[in-house]
């Protein structure tokens, strides 16, 4: 057997699944797209999120993370977008989300290992909360 290149210790979300997407969000998702969502108490109140990737294997990487639309208005941010990860070791990742209207936003980003050939996409839901 085959052990993972890395691990996510990452809650994703069911907001795909249970078909909590908001009707003006239409664009073609990629296959296997993972989903991760930011609350927010209100607009302009920043939340970051943060998780670990493990890496499992037996040497360093560099993990890569870069937005897909490259859109620099983004309220949804990463704030780890290189780092290397020795063997055996945790690295955390930030997401940050700073709401400027009360709309739910998407934010699409790729995970990359470029040493192993590895890209997962990473669909960032921004949701504003009520108390």
């Known amino acids: 057997s085959r052990r993972p290149i890395c691990h996510f210790d990452l809650e994703t979300s069911d907001y ?4 909590r997407r908001h009707p003006d969000y239409t664009q073609k998702l990629p296959d296997g797209v993972r989903v991760m969502e930011i609350l927010s108490k209100g607009v ?5 999120k943060k998780f670990q990737i493990v890496n499992t294997t037996e040497a360093p990487y560099e993990i890569i993370w870069s937005r897909f639309d490259n859109d620099e208005i983004d ?3 990463c704030e780890t977008q290189r780092v290397v990860i020795s063997s055996g070791r945790r690295q955390t ?5 700073m709401p400027n209207s009360a709309k ?3 934010s699409l980003w790729e995970f990359k290992i470029p040493e192993h050939g ?3 996409p990473l669909l960032v839901v921004g949701r504003i909360i009520p108390y």
Do not use: G, M, Q, R
């Open 118 to 120: 590895v890209t997962i």
């Open 44 to 48: 302009a109140e920043k939340v970051t």
């Open 75 to 77: 309220p949804i941010a």
């Open 16 to 19: 795909l699944t249970a078909n």
């Open 93 to 97: 990742v930030t997401f940050s989300y």
């Open 104 to 106: 739910t936003v998407e």
